[in-house]
């Protein structure tokens, strides 16, 4: 994978909505440089191919599916009592982006 870029940050806090001095660029940047080496160090460890992916940390762990039980939900006309301003069903909020 190619590294990051000044302007892959940039396009991708610009998607996020969130603006980025080029300090905290800079900081970004340092990070996922950070994150590459330490990625580098696992890509080299001999027969990482070979090592089963784990589900849990602990080799111990047992997990029980519960069976799906159908419960009665609370009706949506007692929930939006809650609310302020609703339409219809759903709850309206203020706009706050854009």
């Known amino acids: 994978?190619?590294?990051?870029?000044?302007?892959?940050?940039?396009d991708y806090a610009d998607k996020l909505?969130?603006?980025l001095?080029?300090?905290e660029?800079?900081?970004v940047?340092?990070?996922f440089d950070v994150i590459d080496k330490n990625l580098d160090l696992v890509t080299?460890?001999?027969?990482?191919d070979k090592v089963d992916p784990m589900t849990h940390c602990l080799d111990d762990f047992v997990y029980e599916l519960r069976?799906?039980?159908v419960v009665e939900s609370v009706p949506?006309?007692?929930?939006?009592?809650?609310?302020?301003?609703t339409d219809g069903d759903e709850v309206q909020v203020p706009k706050v982006v854009g």
Do not use: A, Y
Request: charged content about 40%; proline content about 2%.
């Open 25 to 27: 660029n800079k900081m």
């Open 1 to 10: 994978m190619s590294k990051f870029t000044k302007e892959m940050v940039d």
């Open 76 to 85: 949506i006309k007692d929930l939006l009592r809650n609310s302020d301003e």
């Open 44 to 48: 080299q460890i001999p027969n990482i």
């Open 67 to 69: 069976d799906d039980v």
């Open 17 to 19: 909505l969130i603006g």
């Open 21 to 23: 001095t080029d300090e």
């Open 29 to 31: 940047l340092d990070e």
